[in-house]
């Protein structure tokens, strides 16, 4: 199975500021099947991006993803108070499906 | 807006086999793949596997000998059966539409394996 590692684990930021997040993967993603999910506590995943690039219905476009093969980066331009949350990505190219471990965004 | 909604026990002994349903309203069941993912307390996302609406099925090779999806499209539901249940596999259980990127969540229903 394809594993993902993000980096890093947890990232100290204010508001305002831009977040990058890196999802690596173990081998090639088909198609560039990776997805970006934001969780905050008690809640369900909510999807971001998909297709590694293509921002999901609703999601505002300070969030963006890009990268190819086996290094893929979730970008937020600049962060909002309600964007410090856990982020997760996902490939869906290779069955099974795997997430990454997440990475912590929390406010500095 | 397409709504999901878990339900089952909290609560499952050791050994026992745990049963999750999955409800879909707002829309039809017909023609999309359903996905069931769990969340270990403090931990990272898990997939454990999908259904199409035709009750074709693909699980994840970790769980695959315990697992079993089954969908009822008369009822809009999906299901799940884990069996030889253990302390590990306290978690939040999830279940979602789609088979690849996953847009519609239902919110989640904690088990917890004790006796």
């Known amino acids: 199975e394809i594993v993902l590692t993000q980096s890093p684990g947890t990232l100290s930021l204010s508001p305002g500021e831009r977040a990058t997040l890196s999802c690596r993967a173990s081998?090639?993603?088909?198609?560039?099947?990776l997805a970006w999910y934001q969780q905050k506590p008690g809640q369900a995943p909510r999807l971001l991006i998909y297709?590694?690039?293509r921002g999901a219905t609703g999601i505002p476009d300070r969030f963006s993803g890009s990268g190819s093969g086996t290094d893929f980066t979730l970008t937020i331009s600049r962060l909002e108070p309600e964007d410090f949350a856990v982020y997760y990505c996902?490939?869906?190219?290779?069955?099974?499906?795997?997430f990454g471990q997440g990475t912590r965004l929390e406010i500095k | 807006q397409v709504q999901l909604q878990e339900s089952g026990p909290g609560l499952v002994k050791p050994s026992e086999t745990l049963s999750l349903t999955c409800t879909v309203s707002?829309?039809?069941?017909?023609?999309?793949?359903w996905s069931w993912i769990r969340q270990p307390p403090g931990r990272g996302l898990e997939w454990i596997g999908q259904?199409?609406?035709?009750?074709?099925?693909n699980y994840n090779p970790s769980l695959k000998s315990r697992v079993a999806i089954s969908v009822d499209t008369s009822k809009n539901q999906f299901s799940l059966n884990l069996n030889s249940m253990t302390a590990a596999d306290t978690a939040v259980y999830y279940c979602?539409?789609?088979?690849?990127?996953?847009?519609?969540w239902g919110q989640g229903i904690l088990v917890t394996v004790s006796s």
């Open positions: 979602a539409r789609g088979n690849g990127w996953l847009y519609y």
């Open positions: 707002g829309g039809s069941i017909n023609n999309y793949y």
């Open positions: 259904i199409f609406y035709t009750g074709s099925t």
């Open positions: 081998q090639s993603v088909t198609s560039n099947y």
């Open positions: 297709g590694a690039s």
């Open positions: 996902q490939q869906y190219g290779n069955s099974p499906n795997t």
